[in-house]
């Protein structure tokens, strides 16, 4: 299956839904994923620089897009930090790479967590839903024999709903595994 098959289906099943669930008057009221952004907050790196370029590697491969390093805004002594040095890495997926990201997310990872029952229903009040994994080995892409580091990161799922009740009926279609 490919994106376009997710982003066809969103069109044709998920906006008439949410339009009957709704109310809504218009299409363009139904609410939108508009991005999903992946960060990894690397806290380790102060001391050894390879871990960051290692975290882009894996969440380049894990997304298809190139990873960036997210840099410290100021001096905090107490964590040996100094301002512009690299802390974490980031990805902010849209379009296309954004619903092929999300389908192998949702057929593919999310089912190899062990002990899964679901994942927290609790959005943001804006209708945006964070998701936080413990450990970046449940995707496929990445090789368990060649890591030195169990990561996690947290996926955002920023959508266009206004209230976090059509967030969470957004992400439901789309097939996340809400608890509830």
Do not use: E, Q
């Given at each position: 299956?490919?994106?376009t098959t997710l982003k066809?289906?969103?069109t044709e099943r998920i906006v008439p839904a949410l339009e009957k669930e709704f109310?809504?008057?218009?299409v363009m009221q139904v609410p939108r994923l508009t991005k999903i952004v992946i960060n990894q907050g690397l806290?380790?790196?102060t001391?050894?620089?390879k871990i960051i370029e290692t975290a882009i590697n894996e969440l380049t491969?894990?997304?298809g897009q190139k990873a960036v390093a997210t840099l410290s805004k100021k001096d905090i002594s107490n964590f040996k930090v100094r301002k512009k040095m690299p802390i974490g890495v980031r990805v902010t997926l849209r379009r296309e790479r954004m619903y092929e990201f999300l389908e192998r997310l949702v057929r593919i990872a999310l089912p190899r967590i062990r002990d899964f029952k679901g994942i927290e229903s609790k959005l943001d009040g804006r209708g945006n839903y964070t998701l936080g994994i413990t450990e970046q080995i449940i995707f496929p892409e990445i090789n368990i024999d060649s890591i030195s580091k169990l990561m996690g990161m947290n996926i955002t799922f920023v959508t266009t709903a206004k209230t976090d009740e059509e967030g969470f009926a957004l992400l439901k279609q789309f097939g996340l595994p809400f608890k509830r």
């Open positions: 299956m490919s994106s066809k289906d969103y109310n809504y008057s218009s806290g380790d790196a001391a050894d620089k491969a894990i997304t």
